[in-house]
C-alpha cells in the first residue's frame, strides 16, 4: 500500500519517515519529497508497506502523531491522476 504522509518537519529524512513505520511492519520504501531545485523538503513524503494490514496499522497509530516536532498527517495516497497538458506560454516567456 502506498501511504502519503504530510505536514513533516523540513528536517525529516527518508531514514527517519522509515524508521517510523517500520515499528509496524516491513517498509519497502520510504521517500521525504523534495524539491527540485533546492533540494529543501517540500513537507511530505510516500511510504510503501506491501503488507495492507501492517499498512493500515501504521496509518492508524502514526496519524496525529509528531515527528520531530510536528503533527504527521497519514493516509493512504491516491492514484495520481492524469493532469492535463500545460497550455504553452505566450512570448516565449520562462
Known amino acids: 500500500m502506498n501511504i502519503y504522509v504530510g505536514n513533516l518537519a523540513y528536517s525529516v529524512t527518508d531514514a527517519d519517515l522509515s524508521q517510523a513505520f517500520a515499528a509496524f511492519g516491513a517498509v519497502a520504501s520510504a521517500s521525504v519529497i523534495k524539491d527540485k531545485f533546492s533540494g529543501q523538503s517540500k513537507g511530505f513524503g ?31 495516497a491516491k492514484p495520481r491522476e492524469d493532469r492535463p497538458a500545460r497550455p504553452p506560454r505566450r512570448n516565449g516567456g520562462y
Open 46 to 76: 510516500f511510504v510503501e508497506m506491501p503488507n495492507n494490514s501492517e499498512a493500515n496499522e501504521a496509518i492508524k497509530n502514526l496519524n496525529e502523531k509528531p515527528l520531530k516536532g510536528r503533527n504527521m498527517r497519514v493516509n493512504e
